[in-house]
Every structure is written in structure tokens, then in C-alpha cells.
DNA sequence: GCACGATATCTGGTTACGCAAGATATAGGG
DNA sequence: CCCTATATCTTGCGTAACCAGATATCGTGC
């Protein structure tokens, strides 16, 4: 199934406006997930509902665009995987961190708030010149 | 020539790390690009430089970079351009928002802050957790 | 017992954008 | 004369988000 969401950017899309949220999204995501990791292991489903929830919509993100985060994020070891088979259900992946994962957090969250005060401090300048 | 920019993100493809930065700045570079051009109107190599000075290489780009937004901008309707050939010198070509542009800088402005508050709420949930 | 929706994961193709690298042209200084 | 600084433009590459589809299991209602 697909998780349905992003209804803002549709309707962007819709009025011809492309969705800069696509954009800004690039290159946060992987610090957003290591960041919902942080406190607990989890699946990919429960992430993107977790997220969709958290954030009330601001920035969520589909099934198939989590999927290949989670791939990188395994591939640079920054989280180990687990299945699980419970005796009902559908088997879920579960994504725990790592050490390396918990550095890498660290190191993106401080580079997210790096970019994120030059951000503001440049919208800031000449907000009452001109 | 090409300006000699974002010294950061070279050594750390040297150290192997992949600049997130440049990931970052997707979708940001537009709002950037017309909130300098806000106060006046200004030339592309004007931009570099002032970009550079004014957040003290943190959201440096590089002229390659910059020409491909303003060329965007200009299509899109959101900068007006005009060619300057002084009697000594190279032409420059000077690029000035109009009504639509200052519409977009709004809007742009207001998306940046509200994925930026977004991200703020969601990386300080758990910063004690744990 | 079977159709259907919810849970859960994975894959392929498309699109878009930042950037490195190169080309081009003018002007001034050693 | 070459080298640097000013100034713009173009090609090609890599990467990442996303859409659309495929797959599989379980619970519920008919």
C-alpha cells in the first residue's frame, strides 16, 4: 500500500506551482530518519506514519522514498537490520543505530543547524531596508 | 573564471564524508538568489562574491551553479534582466526582481520557515530523552 | 472460501538540480 | 607577452526524491 500524503504539494503541483518542499527535504531526510531512530528501533511503516503524525504533515514522506534512505543508511552502517516473523502478521525489518549512526546524527544535526541559522540570518538582513 | 568556493565541503569529499550541504541548499538557492536581489538590482558575479562575503562561506556557490538559477528565474517570470556595456570593462547583465518575483520571495520565505520551524520542533523532541 | 482493505516491503523509471570543468571575452599589471 | 581578475555561458555527471507498480500476509464481511 501506499501511504497518501504530501496533499499540499498536489495541490502545488495542480496550480503549476512545483513543490520547493521536494527540494528542501534533499539532504535532511537521512538526518531526520537517524533522528526518529535515535530513541528506539523501528520499521519503515511505523517511520512514515510516525513521521506523517510528528510532524502534523510538514514533512512527510512516502513509502517509496523511505525504502532507499533505509538502504543507504544500512549500506554506510549507520543503522543494523533485524527481521522479525511474528506468527500473525506481515514480517517487518526493523532499523536500529549504530554508533557510527549515532555520530552521523550528531554530525547532521550540526550541520542542519549551521545551514539553518545562515539561512536565517541572511532572510533576516533587509527585512525593513529598501 | 570560476570563484573558489565552499573550501569545507572539498576537504570533506576528501575525507571521504559527502557534502550534505550542497543537498541542503536544493531548493533554498532560489529564495536566496531573489532575497539578494530584493534591495537592488545586481549582476550575477555581484551575487557570488556578495553571497560569499555576506554569510561567510556558508552558503557559498559556485558561479556555474548561480547562472542555471538565474536563467530559471528569468523564464519563470520573477527576474527582469537588462545588459550594461561600459565604455572600459566586461558587459554586465544586471537582473531585477518584478511584482512576480517579490510575490515568490513571500512565498519561498514563508515555505523556508515553516520546513525549518518543522525540522527545529521535530530534532528538539527526544534531545533529553534517552 | 473469497473479495477487499490494511499492513508491510521492494523496485524501476523519471525528473530536477547542484556542481565541476571547460570555453569565451575584456582589461590591467609585471 | 603572459598572467591574473572580471564576467558570462555551456556540457555532462551524480545523486536524490518521488510516482507507480508489484508482491505478500492478515483480518473482516458477505
Redo the contacts with the bound molecule.
Keep these: ?2 501511504y497518501h ?2 496533499v499540499a ?2 495541490q502545488e503541483r495542480a496550480e503549476g506551482r ?2 520547493i ?3 528542501l ?6 538526518l531526520i530518519v537517524l533522528h526518529l531512530l535515535a530513541p528506539a528501533e523501528a ?4 517511520i512514515v ?1 510516525k513521521l506523517a503524525a510528528e510532524t502534523s504533515g510538514a514533512l512527510e ?5 523511505l ?6 543508511l544500512e549500506r554506510a552502517g549507520f543503522v543494523s537490520v533485524r527481521w522479525e516473523t511474528p ?8 532499523y536500529r543505530l549504530t554508533d557510527a549512526g549515532r555520530a552521523e546524527l550528531a554530525a547532521l544535526t550540526l550541520e542542519w543547524t549551521t545551514f539553518a541559522r545562515a539561512m536565517s540570518r541572511l532572510l533576516r538582513t533587509g527585512r525593513d531596508a529598501r
Tied chains: 1, 2.
Design positions: 500500500m501506499r500524503l504530501l504539494d498536489e512545483r513543490g518542499e521536494r527540494e527535504k534533499r539532504g535532511s531526510l537521512e520499521y519503515g511503516y511505523e506514519s514522506v512516502t513509502d517509496g522514498t525504502y532507499p534512505v533505509l538502504y543507504r506468527q500473525r502478521g506481515v514480517p517487518r525489518k526493523y
